[in-house]
């Protein structure tokens, strides 16, 4: 897969482990509930200057991120909203995978996620975080 399939206004279809993941940020269990009734759309661009720009929105929040590839970035956590530093590289199998770090200087890494495209054309999002892991599917509008 490449980076650039990603492109475009895709929707969750299927959550597993979702619930765990928000429970584990401190989510309160009515938010909690509102964001797994809701949709979710993610929505993946190319900018002209090799950027990416993804907003999340959904019925809870929004979140918006821009990111060059293998730099790392400041960014607002789309679940938390705290301040983070993370990186979006691509690994050998060609998965986008987004880290975060402890700190701006640190490599610790606290949270992570993969994104591929599976071979039904949908986009299978694995989140990793303490010992949690969430699966999140998607498909293309």
């Known amino acids: 897969m490449t980076h650039d399939a990603l492109q475009g206004k895709w929707k ?51 979140s918006n991120t821009t990111y060059t590839v293998g730099e790392r970035y400041n960014l607002k956590h789309p679940v938390t909203e705290g301040e983070i530093n993370g990186i979006v590289e691509i690994d050998d199998a060609g998965r986008v995978v987004g880290k975060c770090f402890s700190s701006e200087t640190s490599d610790e890494v606290v949270e992570s996620n993969t994104k591929e495209l599976l071979p039904n054309g949908q986009i299978l999002q694995i989140i990793y975080f303490k010992n949690i892991v969430c699966k999140r599917y998607f498909e293309k509008e």
Do not use: M, Q
């Open 12 to 62: 969750c279809v299927k959550n597993e482990k979702f619930d765990d993941y928000l429970a584990a940020h401190g989510i309160p269990w009515v938010a909690r509930k509102i964001v797994n009734k809701g949709s979710c759309h993610v929505i993946h661009v190319k900018n002209a200057d090799g950027t990416w720009t993804v907003d999340e929105i959904t019925a809870f929040r929004s």
